[in-house]
């Protein structure tokens, strides 16, 4: 399986961005995906996560409202569309895949990993 982020870039405070992960190499439309982050000098943490139909979708806490995770099983992407970025949303995005097919917050749930798109919000 390989897993491709996209989308990230240099924004201001207050700005969006969507990311993009397309995946190939097994059937994506049975996978839970979820988004990670890792800020410089801090653990990787959970940001978003989508199970495979698209019909239940998590957040933490700092992102709800201003984050939404989307997938098109057509296309073999998982989308996370960022609204009114933070400062402190700056850091690499990590998409991921897990076999088992339902959503989860846990990054040991996860099989796959793609190789992070950096997101950096300026003040």
């Known amino acids: 399986v390989q897993l491709q982020a996209s989308g990230g870039g240099l924004v201001q405070a207050g700005g969006s961005l969507r990311l993009s992960c397309a995946a190939s190499g097994r059937t994506f439309s049975n996978s839970g995906m979820g988004w990670f982050r890792q800020a410089p000098g801090k653990d990787r943490e959970f940001v978003a996560t989508i199970n495979w139909s698209g019909a239940a979708t998590y957040y933490t806490d700092s992102v709800k409202g201003r984050f939404t995770i989307s997938r098109d099983n057509a296309k073999n992407t998982v989308y996370l569309q960022m609204n009114s970025l933070k400062p402190e949303d700056t850091a690499i995005y990590y998409c991921?895949?897990?076999?088992?097919?339902?959503?989860?917050?846990?990054?040991?749930?996860?099989?796959?990993w793609g190789q992070g798109t950096l997101v950096t919000v300026s003040s």
């Open positions: 991921a895949l897990a076999s088992r097919g339902y959503a989860s917050s846990m990054g040991s749930t996860y099989d796959y």
